[in-house]
């Protein structure tokens, strides 16, 4: 999972929980190499998501 790029999340159906637990797992510094994460419309602008993946230059994408 290191050399991962993107990551699509968008037809899981991950809740808030899901996404607070991915967020950290970006903040920790999992996932070195991610540029791009795919997560449903409702997940897109989460507080925690956007915080975690804003400093790595993380692109989140919202998708149906």
Sequence with gaps: LG???ELC???NQIG???IKAFSAAIASGSLPALKKVV???AHEDH???VAACKP???R???FS
Excluded: A, F, M
């Design 39 to 41: 997560v449903q419309y």
């Design 3 to 5: 050399s991962l790029q």
């Design 60 to 62: 989140i994408v919202g």
């Design 16 to 18: 808030d929980g899901g």
């Design 47 to 49: 507080t925690q998501l």
């Design 9 to 11: 999340l968008h037809r």
């Design 56 to 58: 790595r230059y993380i």
